[in-house]
């Protein structure tokens, strides 16, 4: 795979700083961002399908991508948004309360429409983007490490992996943030006091790292690699971390009682009815029903009435 030769600088082939693995329409394309600022689409086979640029402003190019199922994030700098691989082209997304340079931006795991995000301070911001155009702020975790740095992020079921690469005065760390907790409901922006809750576990590694990949798992533990800062030495690690599920409520059950309480009455009603009818609430004040009593005076009655007919017939003949 060879970029393409950008606009400027003579036309010199640019250095690639990013590199990921998109799918539009269940076709899976290498997709490499560059110091330009431009970003490259490649078939499975290498071929060169378009070349786009992704930012509007000067600077150090396409700093990092993050693919997840359809969904494709870019950032470079103050600018982030989403890449459109059908049509190769860019959608910048504006969020509040986010003023700095993103240091890291992923798509979560468990809520495609939901971005993760760290600032320059090692803060982590959580918005839910609505049709990749629609920011709304959720929540701010503030920095869970003594080093105010940035962190880079990671999206597993249930849980944020942070990394701190670290350098000469202060190690690397690698920590995990609860999404499922309690604490991390919509609306907790400070946690200055409930910070070390949120904090899952840390681990303080004892080299600095270049850089790092996870890998999720259904059935067994995430993985996760990392690259020492020479580039001679990959450790990996295993995380075996227990997910909150909240449970399932039935949205039946505030229905249950009443049904139950009107079948009740239903067959109550039904009885005492059949009840009275049983004991004299027939036609001629108890005449009916099943009182063999009143049937026996009501054919009488019948009987009285056609004779009497028959005899008034006779009189006019």
Known sequence: VQLPAGS???????????LAIGQSKNIRQLVAG????????????????????????????????????NQLVFRAGFEWGYVGLEKLEVK???????????????????????VLMSDEAGSTW?????NK???????????????????????????TIGLQKGGKDS?????ALNMSSGLARKGSRD???????????????????????VLRRMQQGDLVALLSEDGREIEILEMLMQVYTAPVSDPFTSFKMPIIACAIVLVLGYQYMKQK???????????????????KEFGNLLQKKRQQAQMKAGRKF
């Not at 009818?277 to 049937?295: D, E, H, I, R």
């Open 191 to 213: 946690l200055t006091g409930a910070a070390a809750s949120q904090v899952v576990w840390r681990h303080q590694l004892p080299a600095p790292v270049r850089d790092w990949s």
């Open 92 to 114: 910048h997304v504006d969020c509040p309360k986010f003023d700095g340079r993103v240091a890291s931006a992923v798509v979560d795991s468990q809520v495609l429409s939901r």
């Open 133 to 159: 155009k629609d920011c709304e702020f959720e929540r701010q975790f503030v920095p869970s490490t003594a080093v105010r740095a940035p962190l880079q992020l990671a999206s597993v079921r249930g849980f």
């Open 34 to 69: 560059d110091s330009q600022g431009r970003i490259s689409v490649f078939t499975k086979n290498g071929t060169l399908r378009g070349s786009f640029d992704a930012t509007v402003m000067d600077g150090p190019g396409l700093e990092g991508l993050d693919s997840y199922h």
């Open 171 to 175: 190690p690397a760390s690698l920590l």
């Open 126 to 130: 959580i918005f839910n983007v609505k």
């Open 8 to 18: 400027g600088n003579g036309e010199e082939v640019p250095k690639l700083t990013a």
């Open 277 to 295: 009818g049983k004991g004299g609430g027939g036609l001629f004040g108890g005449m009916g029903g099943g009182n063999k009593k009143g049937m």
